[in-house]
């Protein structure tokens, strides 16, 4: 992680000086993204700068730069820390003001980013992970991909003491997401995920499965599901930049429940990386 980025200018991370009362150190106050790069390429990176503008603008939080210099910027970032299978993280904060809860309009974003080489999880794949399922403790705004990330860490805590891979979240018992994925179940040859409303974040990988698996044959169900129809389904798995499509084959917790690597799971599997090997040659 040599070289990062620090609003518009690509140095090194010893050169970084943050402000103590930058409103992310503050507030938790900021948005991120994170990109994927396969063989050398970046996948997505018009959907990821996408939704990074509409948190920005969900939140009134003011780029320094428009999202051309960013763009070329983070493929910069790319070429200078030689990363060939790995991921760019770029986050944006409120930036620097005196600290007090009301924001004023007029500060610009304060950027960071960096850029690394991370293993996309293999075995995981293959084999799937247990979850647990638990309570969405979070706030009513997570289609913001903020870097306010409190219910989900804490989640994500809960999972790894239970010997999980990932936290699965219910309000009321009706299934939201992952702690930091998307969350899919398989009946018959139906696809059923959460809409894309309040309540989740509107996973890019999510939405490249939802095409694919239409294109496949397989229809979709965008409404939301109980943790009955769970217990029922066939396959579950899970959707995100850094675990792609990833089987569910335990659940404990709030109930509990064992699923097969399915067939269908498989197909959208092989479906994805072929999506992945035709935009990224
Ligand atoms: N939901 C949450 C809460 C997440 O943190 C993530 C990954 N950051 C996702 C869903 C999946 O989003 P994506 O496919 O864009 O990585």
Not at 3 to 9: A, S, T
Not at 70 to 84: A, S
Not at 125 to 151: F, Y
Not at 155 to 179: V, Y
């Amino acid at each position: 992680m040599s070289y990062v980025l620090f609003n518009d200018q690509i140095t090194k991370r010893e050169h970084v000086n943050i402000d103590m009362e930058d409103r992310g150190y503050n507030f938790g106050d900021g948005i991120y993204e994170v990109i994927p790069i396969y063989e050398g390429n970046t996948f997505a990176m018009e959907e990821h700068l996408q939704r990074f503008l509409e948190s920005a603008s969900k939140l009134e939080i003011k780029l320094p730069y428009d999202k051309t210099v960013l763009e070329q910027q983070l493929n910069e970032l790319k070429i200078k820390n030689k990363v060939i299978n790995g991921i760019i993280y770029i986050q944006m904060t409120r930036g620097v003001s005196p600290r007090a809860h009301l924001y004023e309009r007029n500060v610009e974003g304060l950027i960071t980013g960096f850029c690394r080489e991370m293993a996309f999880p293999t075995e995981q794949k293959l084999a799937g992970v247990s979850v647990l399922l638990t309570e969405d403790i979070r706030w009513l705004r997570c289609d913001i991909k903020s870097i306010n990330l409190l219910g989900n860490i804490m989640a994500k805590r809960k999972a790894t003491d239970n010997d999980c891979h990932e936290a699965i979240m219910h309000r009321n018992g009706i299934l939201t997401e992952g702690s930091s994925s998307n969350l899919f179940i398989v009946k018959g040859k139906q696809l059923q995920t959460h809409p894309p409303t309040n309540l989740i974040l509107n996973g890019i990988t999510r939405q490249i499965v939802i095409k694919l698996a239409k294109e496949n044959g397989f229809t979709v169900n965008e409404e939301a599901f109980s943790m009955q129809q769970l217990l029922e389904a066939d396959e579950a798995f899970i959707t995100s930049t850094t675990q792609e499509i990833t089987p569910i084959t335990k659940i404990i917790g709030d109930i509990n429940a064992t699923f097969p690597v399915g067939t269908i799971t498989k197909e959208l599997q092989h479906a994805f990386k072929a999506f992945i090997d035709k935009e990224t040659k």
